[in-house]
């Protein structure tokens, strides 16, 4: 299971589908970003954070289980509709809404103690949605569960992540040193649902991890 081997896969995959996937998630996640402008522009730039997060508990589980459920059915050779994913994660938000709060306290707390902990605590939780679109665990039941199933393979779901996200990290970074605040409302829009959109490529490779490793002999 070479990290290179799961991000090709993951790369592959994420190309070939990438029409279904912009259908399926781009308007969401341009939702997102447009409601986290509203809520800037209404609170002013000393706003409590914490809404920033509320805003992202009302879309990200929306199209990021959506997108869990695609995978699952491409994974399968099925070609389900996009109303019928987008019903399907609707049912699911209030468990995913719930995870998704309980996950980011724990990595927020974890990055208060400096980075290594935060990012630890991503690490372990890293199959939890998958546990409970998938599964059909409760929020709870899928963060124990990620832990069990994490375990042993730290360093290989560590080196997905940060070979996906530090990109990001500095085309954020770079982005915002070319386009400092305060910008164009539209430019911002575009720059935060393009980041947005492409963090979804983290999901298709820590899916692929899941797969793998679900199907490893039980470690219990």
């Given at each position: 299971m070479n990290p290179l081997d799961v991000l090709r896969d993951s790369l592959f995959f994420f190309q070939r589908n990438l029409g279904q996937i912009v259908a399926l998630c781009l308007p969401l996640v341009v939702l997102e970003a447009?409601?986290?402008q509203v809520v800037d522009n209404a609170l002013g730039p000393d706003a409590f954070p914490g809404y920033s997060v509320l805003v992202g508990l009302l879309v990200y589980p929306l199209y990021t289980g959506a997108l869990i459920l695609f995978l699952d059915a491409r994974t399968r050779g099925e070609s389900p509709r996009t109303r019928d994913l987008l019903a399907m994660s609707l049912t699911l938000w209030p468990r995913f809404a719930l995870l998704t709060a309980t996950s980011?306290?724990?990595?927020l707390l974890g990055l208060s103690m400096y980075f290594l902990p935060g990012l630890c605590v991503m690490v372990m939780l890293a199959f939890a949605e998958y546990l409970l679109v998938l599964k059909g665990l409760q929020p709870?039941?899928?963060i124990k569960e990620s832990l069990r199933l994490t375990r042993?393979?730290?360093l290989r779901?560590?080196?997905c992540?940060?070979?996906v996200m530090t990109p990001l990290w500095l085309l954020k970074g770079a982005s915002s040193a070319v386009y400092p605040d305060p910008?164009?409302?539209f430019l911002g829009l575009v720059i935060d649902s393009a980041y947005s959109f492409l963090q979804l490529f983290t999901s298709v490779v820590l899916?692929?991890?899941f797969m793998l490793i679900s199907d490893l002999p039980d470690k219990r």
């Open positions: 447009l409601l986290q980011t306290l724990l990595i709870l039941a899928a042993g393979h730290f779901i560590l080196v992540i940060l070979c910008q164009n409302a899916f692929r991890l």
